[in-house]
Each structure stands twice: as structure tokens, then as C-alpha cells.
């Protein structure tokens, strides 16, 4: 099996130690609800998992911009190792990360689904996988609760 080495974008620079950082978008009945920038530290060993380590940005749906962030559960505004703001990165290609993640909801047929995708400098955004069970600490890294996002998109919560 060959797999392609992929080369985070240049936007990445600075943000992270080690790793490949990766962008988490919650679709909720095919429209994103909610995202974050996730960024491996020297604690997650270079992984982009919140679980392990790794520090999460809110993404503004709009924008692409990040603001604020999550580390360990907690309200964090900086990167842990780098020092890095938390706030005020633009995601490149924000359009398209949103629509090829929303794309692959619709092709698995999930409710409510976390799908995670990779920035390559050449290929662009990358789909690394989808999460039946995409966690919580999303909420916090937004600031904001599933259930106010839920009813802005007017989408039933059942």
C-alpha cells in the first residue's frame, strides 16, 4: 500500500510543534453546525485528537476565521507549546472544506456526523475521516452550546 505524504498547508506554520493539524466539521442533517481548527502538541505526540492532547480552535461558519479555543477541557486562547494565538487564523479554502465535508454526510447517510478533513498544500482540503461520535469539546472551543447552533439552522432536533 502507498500513501501520499501530505504537507500541511503553509497557514499551519508556527501553530503547531508537531503533527498535521486537521479542521473537524459538524454536519447536522447535511448543514454544518459547528468546527474547529485542531492542533497536535508536544503532549499529543503529534496527533490532532483533543483526547490525547491537542488544542482546538472555534472556526466561524461564515468566516473561516478561528477564535478562541479548547485544551485539555478547558477555555484556552493559545497554543500550549507554541505560544500562538488562538484567534484570527484564516482557514484557506474555506468554502470548499465545508463542501466536500458536507458532501461525504450526504454519501453516508449520518444524521449527525464529525468530519475531518486535511489542508495539503497541493491536493488542498482532504478528507481524513467521518465520526459517528465527533464529542463535545467543540462546544466549548465555540463558546456556544449544539442546541443554539441546532435551532439558527431552523433544522428539527429530532
Known sequence: MIEKLIEPHPVFKGLT??????????????????????????????????HQGAVGAGIDLETGITYGGVWRDRVFDVHPDTGASLSGVTIPMWKDVLTIATQLSCAISLQYVGVDVLLDTEDGPLILEANARPGLSIQIANRCGLRPRLRATGKNLR
Do not use: E, F
Open 17 to 50: 510543534v508537531a503533527g498535521t493539524p486537521d479542521i473537524r466539521i459538524v454536519i447536522y442533517k447535511t448543514t454544518p453546525i459547528m468546527s474547529m481548527l485542531r492542533l497536535p502538541t508536544k503532549a499529543s505526540k503529534g496527533r490532532a485528537n483533543l
